[in-house]
């Protein structure tokens, strides 16, 4: 297993792993403004892989807050469905925290709100909060009208 910055040619790959999770998170593969993402994040240096022989386990799109430079956003985590339970997610996100946040920091990712289906499919709320991220305020529904929760990660 690799973790490492992704490049615009992992398009295909960042393309996989969302084909596994639209049902959760709405429309991505045919939508030219994720492509534009992807690729715009990992043009600088925003977007991470982790990667085995068979090809991306994982990707994160991670962004930092302009006007607030200590404010820091996990847009996009997913880990392919064989890789989810063996630690590419907690990779993906150490390895952000550790290229691009300098404490004091806030990070925050808007994740499944509790009645979603998702949230305990994915195990994503657990996920977070095993990161030591806290539950914070409700966010706007997602795409496919699924209630959407901030989880907010201090850092001193």
């Known amino acids: 297993m690799t973790v490492r910055l992704a490049r615009p040619a992992d398009l295909p790959g960042f393309l996989a792993l969302a084909a596994e999770v639209e049902h959760w998170f709405g429309p991505m593969v045919a939508e030219p403004g994720f492509h534009r993402a992807v690729v715009r994040s990992a043009d600088r240096g925003l977007a991470t892989v982790v990667e085995d022989d068979r090809g991306l386990l994982g990707g994160l799109l991670f962004g930092t807050d302009r006007a607030r430079p200590a404010r820091h956003h996990l847009h996009w985590l997913v880990v392919a469905g064989r890789a989810r339970g063996t630690g590419v997610g907690r990779e993906l ?16 990712v808007v994740t499944f709100g509790a009645d979603h289906p998702g949230a305990v499919a994915s195990g994503a709320r657990v996920f977070y909060e095993r990161l030591g991220f806290t539950q914070a305020e409700a966010a706007d529904p997602g795409p496919e009208g699924g209630s959407r929760q901030v989880y907010r990660l201090d850092l001193a």
């Open 93 to 108: 996100v150490t390895d952000a925290l550790r290229r691009h946040v300098r404490a004091p920091a806030v990070v925050e």
